[in-house]
């Protein structure tokens, strides 16, 4: 197996991108994350921060994109409008240099090449809080707010585009708990099994 | 992270006991899967086949196990007896010494314990077809419709008796996809993270 792209889901809170950044640098690999968000922005002439908020958020979250108002000249939502440029976007990076894509569907959108590697993140409530409380400075009831929120959104959007179980292990080549196996033993891992 | 006990969750076909029987040969370890059975037979009298039919079967499965004529004197089930007895089973061999135990619920048994890794291996239905039809000697259409059977069976027991979804991977340390990652890896990471 030599896996030129690596797509990273995970849970909020589990370090995915952390991870990510890491095997990026690692491997000597483009990273992307909001990068994605520029190359949309640059794409769509829309805002960074409007397309970050119909990003990852369910579609049905987003209570104009379905209505007459927020549809294109063709009859498109905002929501699935963005998520056809992002797909382009997705597409395009991964054509252009190995690299590694955090979230936003990608393990779905690159799913008939054979050079993929499709990694799932996820961790203990208890780890999760914690990372989050530090990253963000939030309170413990606060972040453990947060991460449901955030997870359940990821869900949604996931499970909305792909028809497909977030965060179920048939959807990816590995899942790793990352509060059981530790940051580093993942990193090596991943990148052990991406050079092979 | 210092595991003594390796609990291998798998689909069908997946190899998931053929992993087990390495990692326990590589690491010393003991190995049970089948053994359990022997073991509930030795303590409830009951018949080895009696048990294995009730086994990862899902408890409606059996029509019987849960009318009048298929309850003991204290009004418990068949099903629910044996899962007692096998749960029991369970936690003294992993008393015992570090072993790897295939299936039946362990990761969810054990769960109060801090020295437990807990795998799940899944694989592509070509690959886990292609394995059944060579081991139980099966046209591919047998040993689809056997695949998905014994697979809908254990997660319906897994379901019943945890209330946690069955191949969700926050309920495992690792998942692997050993279509993808090969059985090589898989060994050798796992043996790496128990040995660590």
């Known amino acids: 197996m030599s896996k030129k792209i690596i ?9 995915g991108r952390y991870l990510g950044e890491k095997i990026a640098e690692r ?19 829309l805002s960074q921060k409007y397309i970050e908020q119909m990003g990852e ?13 927020g549809r294109n000249s063709e009859g498109v ?10 797909r382009e976007v997705i597409l395009e990076v991964a054509e252009k240099s190995p690299c590694v894509i955090i979230g936003r569907c990608a393990d779905f959108i690159l799913r008939e090449r054979t050079d993929v590697l499709n990694i ?7 780890e999760k809080t914690d990372r989050i409380m530090e990253l963000y400075k939030l309170s413990e009831t606060e972040a453990h707010k947060l991460m449901k929120e955030t ?3 990821r869900r949604v959007h996931y499970e909305y585009y792909t028809e497909q ?16 196996i530790g ?6 891992i991943i990148c052990k099994l991406a050079e092979n």
Request: proline share 1%.
């Open 77 to 86: 939502s905002m929501g699935d409008y963005m998520d056809s440029m992002q």
């Open 7 to 15: 797509t990273i889901s995970r849970e909020f809170g589990s370090g």
């Open 151 to 153: 997870n359940k959104k």
């Open 183 to 188: 940051y580093e033993n993942c990193i090596d």
């Open 27 to 45: 491997l000597g690999m483009d990273y992307y994350d909001k990068e994605i968000l520029v190359k949309v922005a640059e794409k769509t002439g």
């Open 120 to 126: 799932f993140i996820c961790g203990n409530d208890k």
């Open 165 to 180: 179980r977030w965060g179920e292990a048939c959807n990816y080549s590995i899942c790793l708990n990352s509060s059981d």
């Open 57 to 69: 958020g369910a579609p049905h979250k987003h209570k104009y994109s379905y209505s007459f108002v």
